[in-house]
């Protein structure tokens, strides 16, 4: 509302030194700008380069020392905030980032420790079947050659029966055919037919 | 006041005259002063809103004045470099004064300041004696190996310096007469066709549609009007900028 009311009183003011910028008494001959000669126009002219002087003379002085280091301050202000917002925003992103990858190391070892752990047990499993079947395997070549030594000791102690046996039917064979009997020659015949028939 | 009998008078509106009742007539001091008190004021009054807002989210208000202050800051950037931070108070006075002045130029009633060479010749040599004192002392007596440049074979000097010379001195002729020939053909156009809306529109019954014509011709030279004021307050601050450049680096 204030500044309509300032341009109102600014556009009433204008007509108003219209009006009273009348023409002058003499007339201007050619360009009022150049009517140095003229003498009212003439003094103006100068009075109105002096003006000029001292009048721009105050703006460079308002500008350079009172309204333009402010108006930089407020532009400066502006710039140090947005780039404080950015490397914030940077700082953040950079912490969601780390964050993030944390998370996702934490993630692997996890898994690595889970496959670290299934993989043990299955070799752990396996170690241990395998070394149940060997104790296994063991026990039975055991008893099997266990077995074996009594087969074997048993086929011995036949073998050695009939030895005995056939020695003594053969000396008794003689013995009723020629009424006497060499025993060592009988065994000697004995062992003899055993070896060739494979039995000794 | 513009048809004085049968004739077209465009030129009295540069006329001067003493505002102020007595005190304007005792100092000289004519409307053409009081405009120049009108646009220091506006150029104050934007750039004080402006800083006395100072929000970090500008309004309207403050958004035009930072735009201001960031378009010359750029220029003197671009132009003269960070050497050129100093002088920004400087060009930035003389875009917004030339600026302003154009600009009242183009209210009804107001006085166009620019329109007047003793104005636009005075602020030039203003500009040309900133710039001539500071690369004198930037560069002290080196300053005038700028009338020479380096590498010219020296048979050729006589003409070289001499040319050099005058170029550099037309600077203030080209950038006063550049700015005050454009505003008073500006407004000499805008008076005569308004002139001609008048004489015509005087015809009787078809004057009224002839007269649509100057009339048509006069808004579009208002609109153009407005473009040159922006334009030649651009071209005076960057010429200045320019000139600052020289001075500082020397070619």
Known sequence: MRRVMFLAALAAALPTIAIAASSSAVPVQGMPQLAFGHPEQGRL????MVWLLLIFAALYFLM????????????????????????????????????????????????AEARAAVTNAVQAAQAESDAKAAALAARLNKQIAEAEAQIDAARAAAMGAIRGVATDTAEALVTRLVGRADRPVVEAAVGRILATSGRA | MAVEGKTIDALSQFELSPVLGIFGHAVS?????????VAVALTWFLMKATADRGA????RLQALGESAYEFIQGMVRDQV?????????????????????????????AFTFTSHIVVTLTLAAVV????????????GTHFFSYFFPEGAPTWLAPIIIPVEIISYLSRMVSLSVRLFANMVAGHVMLKVFATFVVLLGGLGAVGPFVAAMPLAVNVALVGFEFLVAFLQAYVFAILTSIYLHDAVHLH
């Open chain 1, 45 to 48: 002219l100068v009075g109105q």
């Open chain 2, 56 to 59: 970090m989210v500008p309004g």
């Open chain 1, 64 to 111: 350079a020392n009172v309204a333009l280091p402010r108006v930089g301050a407020v532009i400066e202000g502006r710039h140090a905030r947005i780039a404080a917002d950015l490397e914030a925003a940077q700082a953040a992103k950079a912490e969601a980032d780390a964050a993030m990858a944390a998370h996702r190391a934490a993630t692997e070892a996890a898994r």
């Open chain 2, 81 to 109: 470099g960070d050497e050129g931070k100093k002088y920004f108070p400087f060009v930035f006075s003389i875009f917004m004064f030339v600026l302003f002045g154009n600009l009242l130029g183009m209210l009804p009633y």
């Open chain 2, 128 to 139: 040309w004696v900133s710039v001539t004192v500071i690369a004198l002392q930037r560069h």
């Open chain 2, 29 to 37: 001091f004519s409307q053409s002063n009081l405009f120049m008190v």
